[in-house]
């Protein structure tokens, strides 16, 4: 299992106050900034990205690491994979 404490991002989405379906929508163009391989680091407060970002990295094909809580919001990240 990787420690996501250890995670050092390539790219990060700051989509703190927006709501559904904003940080997904912030994830998929932020995706595109990162090299295949590289790690993207989203920042969310809404509760759906728990779900949404997860479910859209497995349809599409890239690697769901996992979220972090941090003060007031969540970090999650995700790796390219094509």
Not at 13 to 39: F, M, Y
């Amino acid at each position: 299992m990787t420690d996501l404490n250890a995670i050092e991002a390539n790219d990060q989405v700051d989509a703190r106050g927006s709501a559904c379906p904003g940080p997904l929508l912030e994830a998929k163009k932020g995706i595109g900034k990162v090299q295949v391989g590289q790690t993207l680091e989203i920042f969310s407060n809404d509760e759906g990205t728990r779900n949404d970002i997860p479910a859209w990295a497995g349809k599409v094909g890239h690697e769901y690491l996992g979220f972090l809580e941090a003060d007031g919001y969540d970090k999650h990240y995700i790796i390219r994979k094509k």
